[in-house]
């Protein structure tokens, strides 16, 4: 169940909304407190944040600009304040979404759900400096571009892209390719590799895939030309 957080001071507001948002099915917090608002909403870790603009103790703009800076947490501001130069401030600071009291339930609960979609097909992105991997179908999207990458070749790259050091074992590799360790399989390995070289050269990405004696192989970037 999808959890959302309601920055709102006036109370009959708040408790409309949370009715709400309970009767459509998501899990709902209320703050009744608006010292250090965005460290209680961080501190809350929602899947969604309705934040108010006009607040008893500072400013919806200053607390939805706090939150942006630490964290990706998708926010819907709802405020009374239409102004267009309101919407393009809060906009700027890192909100989602802007909609202006008295609102429609049907309108605010289709933009809640547009928001929750978008970010949770967010998650599912691997980003680099200047590419992005979809894990669930290993579309890889670079300079404009999208390919959709061979399964195993995939899985590897979402492998190398998720260590640390961007270096797998030989055994990290037959386990993900395999789901075993107990034969390694030298030559099917590399054949494996091969193609994924061949298809990071195809994409044109500046990264190669590089052997590491008696350990692995490892995910590198080009130089820059
Ligand atoms: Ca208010």
Do not use: H
Not at 114 to 140: G, I, M, P, Q, V
Not at 151 to 158: D, F, T, V
Not at 209 to 222: H, Q
């Amino acid at each position: 169940m999808k959890r959302i957080i309601i920055v709102e001071d006036e109370e009959l507001i708040r408790e409309e909304l949370s009715l709400m948002l309970e009767k459509a099915g998501y899990r709902v917090e209320s703050l009744c407190e608006f010292q250090g608002v965005a460290e209680q909403v961080l501190e809350a870790d929602p899947d969604l944040l309705i934040l108010d603009l006009n607040l008893p103790k500072e400013s919806g703009f200053r607390i939805c600009q706090n939150i942006k800076k630490k964290s990706s947490l998708p926010i819907l501001v709802l405020t009374s304040r239409e102004q267009v130069k309101d919407e393009v401030r809060a906009l700027k600071l890192g909100a989602d979404e802007y909609l202006t009291k008295p609102f429609r339930k049907e309108r605010l609960l289709a933009r809640i759900e547009n928001l929750l979609k978008r970010y949770e097909a967010r998650a599912n992105l691997l980003a680099r400096d200047d590419f992005l991997l979809d894990r669930n179908t290993y579309t890889l999207y670079f300079q404009e571009n999208s390919t959709v990458l061979p399964a195993n070749q995939g899985k590897l790259l979402e492998a190398f892209l998720t260590t640390e050091t961007d270096l797998l074992s030989k055994e990290k590799l037959s386990l993900l390719l395999w789901g075993t360790t107990e034969f390694i399989d030298e030559n099917a390995l590399q054949v494996n590799i091969t193609r994924l070289r061949r298809v990071l050269k195809e994409v044109g990405l500046p990264y190669r895939v590089v052997a590491v004696r008696g350990i692995g192989y490892k995910l590198i970037r080009e130089p820059c030309k």
